[in-house]
Each structure stands twice: as structure tokens, then as C-alpha cells.
């Protein structure tokens, strides 16, 4: 039984290049995937888009003081392919890496543990105009010396790498997370074709990383489904959905193999990737080492008619309750719906701490392997006071309740290896903008205007800091 975390356990957050940094033309980086999608949405949303975000390019040292001061062990960012390749190939930015090499020997010197993400949505363009990116299987070569590359600059210094990030909400959110061609939008095939091309690409990742003594872990957006009822076939549609949802991922990733009932579904209707001969080998051949869960909620499904429309996930882009544009829908499969039991946030996002309970519980035992968290948090409207605090209760209650969750799950005999919620700062909401924050640290900006990004430190991390500094014994 363990009541506590353990002296090593990893606290800290985690961001993501393309949502903090800014800097996205300058310094020799090029422009990716995401530069280019943002650029899109801030012209239709008015969300801010990727040229200034929170700044971090410029504001970094400032933001490893802070994570200092409230104590971090870990801090969890990615690595922007497109600063350190510009065209995705082989010519490097010098600056770019140095940018990196600069980061990680301040997190070092601070006792911060860096926990690098290889690929976080952000493909360089110039593959998307090479090839149409992830769409072509030629990524795969690229990624993988991009990876290698990467892996042996910081093999000293770097222990965990995540590989990719929520390769599952990349199909179900694809032209949001993957630059994908106006033409090709309606071929959903190649959303597994994607998510094939990643599997090889994480394969890649996964054996360059053992080749240089580090420790891989692929980033899965999880989300365990409930069946909404408990009539059998609801029952069955909530294992359907658990198939195609979480499965489909995680066998590859830890057994080598794509889950049978899954791959059967796509098969049937005309949605399975193709795969050649030797792929699944493959696979087999570099298996992850851990699981890095990045978990906001827990879902819901109910039986779904033969004769059902086919839907893929909607979302809510206004931050009003209620305003979700639809619910994945797999005829004969499941249907997706929202659960009655659960509060939500303004996003209409289950706020489940057992659900998280649960997933360390089922995913223990299923594969038996450590996790990490490298996401967990409350988007949310923070106000800035007129004596600039933020005073954001919702969030530390949150935290602390899926903090909570985790020691239960390590009491039962989970092994958790560290705690890094979403975010460590305020950044670009992948869909909402500046409007949705997760942050400890307010940035002080706007979608419409950047001002300084000044950080002003919320109420959760100031709790933050007691959580850490009592080594989660005090979650008051
Ligand atoms: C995860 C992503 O899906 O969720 C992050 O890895 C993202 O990049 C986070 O920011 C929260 O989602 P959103 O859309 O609210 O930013």
C-alpha cells in the first residue's frame, strides 16, 4: 500500500511548442502545419494565432524561475520539427536547436527533469507541400530522421521522450490537428491511413530512442467510455467505442498489433488503412515503454441502429454549455452521448476524477506498464482582477481531485511515475483561443491583442506549490 508519492515522484506541467513559444517565423523556424491552420481559424474565429502566443521563445528563463519557485521536478514541452528542420528534411537551424539545447540546460540546471514530445500536431508545411504530409507514407522516413536526430542531440540530458501526441484525437479532430487538402476531406479512410502512418512513425521514434538509452511513451488523449445505460447492448456499444477510441491505439503501442474487433469495424465499412507486409512486425519490434496519459474527462456511448448516419465527433467553439455541434455516430457500433451523471465545464468536458481512477485501474492491468500524466486540467475564463490576481478555484478543485485520484490508483499498486497537468502556463486553446486557459501562470494577453504576456501568477499556483513542496500531502 502507498498512502504518499514517492521522493522521486515528477511534478510539474506541460505545454506544447506551437501553443507557447510564438516565434513561428522567425529565428530560422519554418512555418508548419499548424502556423498555417491557426492562421485560418483567427481569420474565422478571431481566435490569436501562432506568430506571438505566450511568448516562451523570448520569456523562457522568466517561466523556468517560476516553475522553480513552485517547485517543479518535470516539465513537459515539445520540440517544433519546423524550428529545427525548416523544410522537414535535413538542413538544420542552428538557432532552432540551440533554442532547445539552451531550454533543457536551464530546466537542468534548475533540478527540472525535461520531458520533450517529439511531435505535438505541428508537421513542417514544406512536407504538406511536398507530399500532403501525413497523408503520404513518405513521412515516415522524414520523421524518423528528424527523430533521430533530435534524440541523439539530447540523449544526455533527456531520459523519457514522448513520441507523438493523441494520435486518436488526431483522427477524430483531424483537419483541426493535420493539415488535410479541401479535396481529401471527405475521404475518412485516410484518417486511419494517417493514424497508420503514425504508428510507423512512432515505431521509428521508439527505436531510436532505445538505441540511444532513453525511455519512449506515446502521449494518448484518453478518455474511458461508460455505457449510458446497463442494458447489454449499451453494454456492448461501450466496448465498441473503448475498441475504437482507446484500443486501437494502445495494442499497437504496447503489443504490436491492431485490436481485432476495431480493425474488423473499419474492414466493414471501408475505413482500415492499408497496411504492408512487415508493418505490424514492425511494431512488435519497438514497443513503448510507458504510457504518458493526457486525460480531460470520461465519455459515453449508447447502441447504435444499423441504419444510422455515420457522424464524427463535434465540438463546442463558443464556451457555452450545451452548444456541442454533434456526437460520433458508428452505425452498428455506438453512438456517442453526453452522460448524465457528470458535471461539465463551460465546454461541455465531463469532469470525471474517478474517470482517471479508472483508466490507471483498467490500463494496469490490461498492459501493465507506468504511466505518467503529461495532461490533465480545466479550460476556463480566468478574470483578471483590478489588483491582478486570478482567483481560480474551479481549477485547484480540479487538480486536486485528480491528484486525489492518482494516489488512490497508487495505493492499489499502480505505478504513476510523475503528475503534469495542462498547463503550465496560459497558451493557444487548440480550439478556443486565448478565451479557454489552463494555465497556473496567467499571460497576460488576448486573442485580439498580445500586450506583453506579463505573468501573473493565479491562486492554483500558488496551491500548486503546497501540493509539491507536502509531496502531495496537502491537496487543501
Ligand atoms: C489536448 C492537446 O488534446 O488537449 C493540447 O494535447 C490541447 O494540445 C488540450 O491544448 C486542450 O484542448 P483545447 O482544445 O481546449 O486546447
Redesign the pocket.
Given at each position: 500500500m502507498t498512502d504518499h508519492f514517492p521522493k522521486d515522484f515528477l511534478w510539474g506541467a506541460s505545454t506544447?511548442a506551437y501553443?507557447v513559444e510564438g516565434a513561428a517565423t522567425t529565428h530560422g523556424k519554418g512555418q508548419s502545419q499548424q502556423d498555417i491552420i491557426n492562421d485560418e481559424r483567427a481569420k474565422q474565429f478571431g481566435f490569436a494565432d501562432t506568430s506571438i502566443t505566450s511568448d516562451h521563445y523570448h520569456h523562457f528563463k522568466e517561466d523556468i524561475r517560476l516553475f522553480k519557485e513552485m517547485g517543479f521536478t518535470s516539465y513537459r514541452f515539445s520540440i517544433a520539427w519546423s524550428r529545427i528542420f525548416p523544410n522537414g528534411d535535413h538542413q538544420v537551424n542552428e538557432e532552432g536547436l540551440d533554442f532547445y539545447r539552451q531550454l533543457i540546460r536551464e530546466l537542468k540546471a534548475n533540478d527540472i527533469e525535461p520531458i520533450p514530445t517529439l511531435y505535438?500536431?505541428d508537421l513542417p508545411w514544406a512536407l504538406v507541400e511536398k507530399y500532403n504530409g501525413w497523408l503520404s507514407r513518405d513521412v515516415v522516413q522524414d520523421f524518423s530522421d528528424y527523430a533521430k536526430f533530435v534524440v541523439n542531440a539530447f540523449k544526455d540530458d533527456v531520459k523519457y521522450w514522448i513520441t507523438i501526441?493523441?494520435q486518436s484525437?488526431i483522427v477524430q479532430y483531424w483537419t483541426q490537428k493535420c493539415y488535410v487538402p479541401k479535396q481529401y476531406q471527405d475521404q475518412n479512410q485516410l484518417r486511419y491511413q494517417i493514424n497508420h502512418h503514425m504508428n510507423l512513425a512512432q515505431a521509428e521514434a521508439v527505436k531510436h530512442i532505445h538505441a540511444a538509452g532513453g525511455l519512449a511513451g506515446p502521449a494518448l488523449?484518453y478518455a474511458p467510455v461508460y455505457a449510458r445505460t446497463s442494458k447489454p447492448e449499451d453494454q456492448i456499444a461501450a466496448l465498441n467505442a473503448n475498441d475504437l477510441r482507446n484500443f486501437y491505439y494502445l495494442d499497437v503501442y504496447f503489443r504490436g498489433y491492431y485490436n481485432v474487433a476495431a480493425l474488423n469495424y473499419l474492414k466493414q465499412h471501408h475505413l482500415a488503412p492499408e497496411i504492408a507486409v512487415g508493418d505490424e512486425d514492425r511494431f512488435k519490434e519497438n514497443l513503448s515503454d510507458f504510457l504518458a496519459i493526457?486525460y480531460?474527462d470520461s465519455q459515453c456511448a449508447h447502441a447504435c441502429p444499423p441504419d444510422a448516419e455515420h457522424a464524427w465527433s463535434g465540438y463546442n467553439l463558443t464556451g457555452k454549455k450545451g452548444d456541442m455541434s454533434g456526437f460520433e455516430t458508428h452505425p452498428d457500433f455506438y453512438q456517442m452521448c453526453p452522460n448524465p451523471e457528470l458535471r461539465t465545464t463551460d465546454?461541455d468536458w465531463a469532469i470525471d476524477p474517478i474517470g482517471l481512477e479508472f483508466v490507471y485501474r483498467d490500463l494496469y492491468t490490461r498492459y501493465h506498464m507506468p504511466f505518467m500524466v503529461t495532461?490533465n486540467g480545466l479550460?476556463a475564463y480566468d478574470e483578471l482582477t483590478a489588483d491582478e490576481q486570478v482567483h481560480d478555484t474551479y481549477r485547484i478543485d480540479y487538480l486536486r481531485d485528480h491528484i486525489a485520484a492518482t494516489q488512490r490508483a497508487m495505493s492499489m499498486g499502480v505505478e504513476v511515475l510523475g503528475y503534469m497537468p495542462?498547463s503550465a502556463l496560459d497558451l493557444l486553446?487548440?480550439?478556443?483561443g486565448y478565451k479557454?486557459r489552463?494555465g497556473l501562470i496567467y499571460v497576460d494577453r488576448t486573442d485580439a491583442d498580445p500586450k506583453d504576456c506579463r505573468r501573473i501568477k493565479k491562486d492554483s499556483f500558488h496551491w500548486y506549490k503546497k501540493v509539491i513542496a507536502s509531496n502531495g500531502a496537502d491537496l487543501r
Open positions: 506544447s501553443q505535438h500536431y501526441n493523441e484525437i488523449g493526457n480531460y465546454w495532461e479550460g495542462w486553446s487548440t480550439s478556443n479557454k489552463y
